[in-house]
Antibody, heavy 122, light 107 residues
Framework: QVQLVESGGGLVKPGGSLRLSCAAS????????MTWVRQAPGKGLEWVSH????????NYTDSVKGRFTVSRDNAKNSLYLQMNNLTPEDTAVYYC???????????????WGQGTLVTVSS | EIVLTQSPGTLSLSPGERATLSCRAS???????LAWYQQKPGQAPRLLMY???IRATGIPERFSGSGSGTDFTLTISRLEPEDFAVYYC????????FGQGTKVEIK
């Protein structure tokens, strides 16, 4: 069955960096766009970034552009989010998620990981 | 960027009642790229509906979606105890945004 397992979250000081990972299994990872979504404590969902199946296309929400970098290693069935120059506003649970169908970003997210908590605080 | 506004913020209802949740877009949603998710405390979101009115796999028939253009609705015909949760609408495709959520709570 499809599984997405995030890791790499933790406590980091403002201005610091963190790299999140998402290990995928149970499906043909290299065929799917992948997405990061975050949720600040007690708040709603916010789309962060996505990356195409072969890494040729990436996109970011405005608030993280220039600070976050999404990448993937299809040989390792893994998705990453490198987060630099973190601020307290980046504190959230970060989810990786897979769209309903392969090869396109024009689908909603039907499989989600359990999330990893990033806390930015001094 | 499309902004999605959900209303009401909180809906207080009893089991067995009908729930009607609204999602309004700041501009017309092309391609019917509108989805709904359910989220319970401590859990990841769960896809309920996509393409406005298509139920995702395993979603009960009491959930239905409708709308077009800028106005969309998620209806739960008769609330079951497990339906009390937060619901988010989402635009996907050319741009990706979520609404701020509607909490359906037990009255």
């Amino acid at each position: 069955q499809v599984q997405l397992v995030e890791s790499g979250g933790g406590l980091v000081k403002p201005g610091g960096s963190l790299r999140l990972s998402c290990a995928a299994s149970g499906f043909s990872f290299s065929d799917y766009y992948m997405t990061w979504v975050r949720q600040a404590p007690g708040k709603g969902l916010e789309w962060v970034s996505h990356i195409s199946s072969r890494s040729s296309f990436t996109n970011y929400t405005d608030s993280v552009k220039g600070r976050f970098t999404v990448s993937r290693d299809n040989a390792k069935n893994s998705l990453y989010l490198q987060m630099n120059n973190l601020t307290p506003e980046d504190t959230a649970v970060y989810y990786c998620a897979r769209p309903l169908a392969a090869y396109s970003n024009n689908w909603p997210l039907d499989f989600w990981g359990q999330g990893t908590l990033v806390t930015v605080s001094s | 960027e499309i902004v999605l506004t959900q209303s009401p913020g909180t809906l207080s209802l009893s089991p067995g009642e009908r729930a009607t949740l609204s999602c309004r877009a700041s501009q017309s949603v092309s391609g019917r790229y509108l989805a709904w998710y359910q989220q319970k405390p401590g859990q990841a979101p769960r896809l309920l509906m996509y393409a406005v009115s298509i139920r995702a796999t395993g979603i009960p028939e009491r959930f239905s979606g409708s709308g077009s253009g800028t106005d969309f609705t998620l209806t739960i015909s008769r609330l079951e105890p497990e339906d009390f949760a937060v619901y988010y609408c989402q635009h996907y495709g050319s741009s990706w945004t979520f609404g701020q959520g509607t909490k359906v709570e037990i009255k």
